[in-house]
């Protein structure tokens, strides 16, 4: 078991206070957006064996299968499938979607046979993974999850009293359900930019005025005055997470973040499809083809367990988020398997032990990664969230 020393990433739209005050430090004055915890080549968390930092990918690379364990390689390649981060919105993020793994391996392939520079703004896919992801609040947590039905989202739209809105609110009156939200985003995305932003304007000011459901998407547009993802927005499901909730974003599926701080975890990859609320590259034609015209309520996920670990269960193996609730004076939680764990602390004042590393204390923000195989044991008061794999 090694303690990690993880990097912030200072992205624009990252809250200036909300890391330092889990972390208990005084803010830059600076936005910090993520604090990142894996073996991600962008920011790698680095530990000490005693002969000075290192970072996690290198010490993966030198023993595959004695840091990850045996099943873990055969099933996913002498790398950690996974990467934890804690997530800070001060603003909100792009509304995206990621491919699913056949699209994904495709469109990386294309991309290097044509020879798209890996670091272009133009270019979608940084490499041939997946990007499944899981969002759980530790505050209120605002974001948008999924397509509303259509006569929900023309109902919405409907409501603003708008006379640009009103060809949108007939599109969608207008075709079959998956059909209409396709047209519906179509329409928007290659919209004359200048009409769009007029629209973009009068929705905002109506939004402001009337509040209520409207207002996430008058924030929206503070940000992003004049996006035509703020109009393509509206056509999403608006959810508010309390903390301990969590959403699951698979392949497909139109999301963004609005608001608040969350433990994510994802699959190691950076493939992104944009469609607004961005100052970078949205390719409409192949984010209408990785897209899922499929409206539904989003599943907001509580933890299952009997008092011990609970977990967020997930359709996929390469991550597997749970989290411990430790009381002062209780018992205390032995884990072991054979596979990879980071272990966070997000609140309170806990000790992770074992053999090779004896006890470690643990405060807010702080984590360590255990190697498959190695037994830890969590005592003192608490919550823990575990990220590993499914082998």
Do not use: C, N, Y
């Given at each position: 078991m090694d303690r990690l020393t993880n990097t912030i990433r200072p992205y624009a739209w990252g809250s200036t206070t909300?890391?330092?005050?889990?972390?208990?430090?005084?803010?830059?004055?600076?936005?910090?957006?993520?604090?990142?915890?894996?073996?991600?080549?962008?920011?790698?968390?680095?530990?000490?064996?005693?002969?000075?930092?290192?970072?996690?990918?290198?010490?993966?690379?030198?023993?595959?299968?004695?840091?990850?364990?045996?099943?873990?390689?055969?099933?996913?390649?002498?790398?950690?499938?996974?990467?934890?981060?804690?997530?800070?919105?001060?603003?909100?993020?792009?509304?995206?979607?990621?491919?699913?793994?056949?699209?994904?391996?495709?469109?990386?392939?294309?991309?290097?046979?044509?020879?798209?520079?890996?670091d272009a703004g133009h270019r979608n896919y940084k490499d041939p993974n997946h990007k499944p992801e899981m969002i759980c609040a530790l505050t209120a947590f605002d974001g948008l999850c999924g397509f509303r039905a259509p006569l929900d989202a023309a109902e919405l739209l409907a409501g603003l009293d708008v006379d640009s809105l009103k060809p949108y609110v007939d599109l969608l009156h207008a075709h079959p359900e998956e059909a209409a939200l396709r047209e519906m985003l179509t329409a928007v995305l290659t919209a004359d930019r200048a009409e769009m932003a007029h629209t973009v304007h009068e929705t905002a000011a109506a939004a402001e005025r009337l509040g209520g459901p409207y207002a996430p998407y008058a924030t929206l547009a503070h940000h992003f005055p004049g996006d035509p993802g703020v109009i393509a927005a509206m056509l999403l499901n608006h959810v508010r997470l309390q903390p301990g909730e969590a959403m699951f974003l698979g392949a497909g599926v139109p999301h963004a973040y609005i608001d608040g701080l969350g433990v994510e975890l994802l699959a190691n990859s950076d493939n992104v499809l944009r469609a607004g609320l961005t100052p970078k590259h949205v390719d409409v034609p192949e984010l209408l083809r990785i897209a899922r015209f499929e409206p539904g309520d989003p599943n907001v996920l509580r933890p299952e367990g009997d008092g011990g670990e609970e977990v967020y269960e997930s359709p996929i193996d390469e991550f597997r988020l749970s989290r411990f609730l430790l009381a002062p004076g209780g018992v205390s939680r032995v884990l072991s398997q054979d596979a990879p764990q980071i272990l966070l602390c997000t609140a309170g004042s806990v000790t992770a032990g074992s053999v090779t590393a004896g006890e470690l204390p643990l405060a807010p923000g702080e984590s360590v990664f255990v190697p498959a195989g190695e037994k830890v044991e969590l005592s003192g008061s608490g919550t823990v969230f575990r990220a590993t794999v499914v082998v």
């Open positions: 909300a890391l330092p005050t889990l972390l208990g430090v005084e803010p830059t004055g600076e936005p910090q957006a993520e604090l990142w915890m894996g073996a991600h080549s962008g920011a790698p968390s680095r530990l000490d064996r005693g002969a000075g930092q290192v970072a996690l990918s290198d010490v993966i690379a030198a023993d595959p299968e004695g840091e990850l364990g045996a099943a873990t390689v055969a099933k996913f390649g002498p790398r950690l499938p996974f990467l934890l981060k804690i997530l800070a919105a001060g603003a909100p993020l792009s509304l995206q979607v990621h491919p699913d793994p056949a699209q994904a391996k495709a469109g990386f392939e294309d991309e290097e046979r044509r020879g798209v520079p890996i």
